[in-house]
């Protein structure tokens, strides 16, 4: 068993090999200087790095300094003045439920103003919230005076209707629509309420003769 071959040496055959035959030492992957493997034609080692480009870091400014900021813009754009509050609403609402209140005798017409000024009320305070106006306040109270004038006005109805029924006034209307055009009969009927309101009150409304 023969051992391993040298360059030099004699072959199996005793015949002796041309060092010729073999790659002279550092050629593999060698640069021109004879560096490593991989080396850069500097001599460097495998994997070097490239020389950096001038003027410093990567997205710096000609000087070589940092990465530049964006330019500052002065002027162009003005910020546009704020809209003047939409305080109608609540003051509308405000009016007409006040109104409403002192109207509640009228006989459906401050219900009516109280109906009117409640709707303002909600679409006050719902500019409000919004930050279209700025009286919500005002808006809410205008509510209240709303809600107030349409029970203060129900309220009035219904007393004048019982009051009027009390007193006889649903008899009277039946005995006018029964009388038609006769006119002693018309008569007859008002003495009759005016003789039911004094029993019932103990008053006296027909002056003595």
């Given at each position: ?17 041309d ?5 002279p ?25 490239y ?5 410093g ?18 002027g ?28 509640f005798?009228?006989?459906?017409f ?13 679409v ?10 700025t ?15 349409i029970?203060?006005?129900a309220v ?14 649903q ?14 009969a018309i008569?007859q ?8 309101l ?12």
């Open positions: 068993m023969t051992g391993p071959q040298y360059p030099g040496q004699p072959g199996p055959d005793d015949t002796p090999r060092p010729g035959q073999y790659p030492p550092g050629q593999y992957g060698s640069s021109p200087q004879g560096g490593q493997y991989g080396s850069s034609p500097q001599g460097g080692q495998y994997g070097g790095q020389p950096p480009p001038p003027g870091q990567y997205g710096s400014g000609p000087q070589g300094g940092q990465y530049e900021s964006a330019p500052q813009y002065s162009g754009y003005q910020q546009q003045p704020p809209a003047s509050p939409k305080n109608g609403m609540g003051i509308a609402a405000l009016i007409l439920g006040i109104i409403s209140v002192l109207a005798w009228t006989f459906g401050g219900i009516l103003l109280g109906i009117v000024a409640v709707i303002l009320g909600i006050g305070r719902n500019r409000a919230k919004r930050l279209e106006a009286n919500k306040g005002v808006a809410t109270t205008g509510l209240v005076f709303g809600i107030l004038g029970i203060a006005g009035f109805i219904a007393l004048s209707v019982w009051v009027f029924n009390e007193v006889g006034g008899d009277l209307t039946d005995c006018l629509s029964n009388a038609g055009g006769d006119q002693a008569e009927c008002q003495q009759d309420f005016t003789s039911n004094e029993d019932r009150f103990s008053v006296t409304i027909t002056p003595s003769p």
